[in-house]
């Protein structure tokens, strides 16, 4: 009969975990299923998203209620979108784990855009809208995060 060690206590919310004695070597390991053990399925990016928000060094910035919904559409290779006056386009290429999106520099419309605020927005928007973004899981869709920027997407 193998010794186990039960550990159990608030540290672990009451759940007991076992573990073959350290000194026993049977051929069998025992692993905790966690996400450093498993490897991550990648999530599915493809489809119609809403930009929500973008932070950029810890501060909020709101698409402007004036301006158009600011939406992508990622196909097979390639987004499209309006970035809240203007039209956009641009190739992708994604790697797996992590699970990163490489969004090249795009093409888009030029004209002009009112309010003001409209138009700052979206050059901001895309000029920070190429690189390398890891894809990352949110409870409303995903965020894209590079360095000190993260862009909220929901369906």
């Not at 070597?25 to 119609?48: H, S, Y």
């Not at 970035?83 to 190739?91: E, K, R």
């Not at 855009?113 to 050059?123: I, K, L």
Request: charged share 20%; with cysteine; glycine share 8%.
């Amino acid at each position: 009969m193998l010794k186990m060690t039960i550990i159990a206590g608030t540290l672990f919310g009451g759940v007991a975990l076992a573990h073959p004695n350290h000194g026993v070597n049977n051929g069998d390991d025992f692993r905790m299923n966690t996400e450093v053990n498993v490897a991550r399925k990648p999530l599915n990016i493809l489809g119609n998203w809403r930009v929500s928000v973008i932070e950029i060094d810890g501060a909020f910035v709101r698409v402007p209620e004036s301006s158009d919904n600011v939406e992508l559409q990622i196909g097979s290779n390639q987004i499209s979108g309006n970035s809240g006056c203007n039209n956009f386009m641009s190739a992708y290429t994604t790697s797996l784990n992590p699970q990163i999106l490489h969004i090249d520099a795009g093409a888009s419309t030029r004209k002009m855009c009112h309010p003001r605020e409209v138009m700052e927005f979206e050059d901001a928007f895309l000029r920070i809208f190429a690189g390398d973004f890891a894809v990352e899981k949110n409870f409303e869709g995903i965020i894209l995060v590079r360095d000190n920027v993260r862009i909220y997407l929901v369906r």
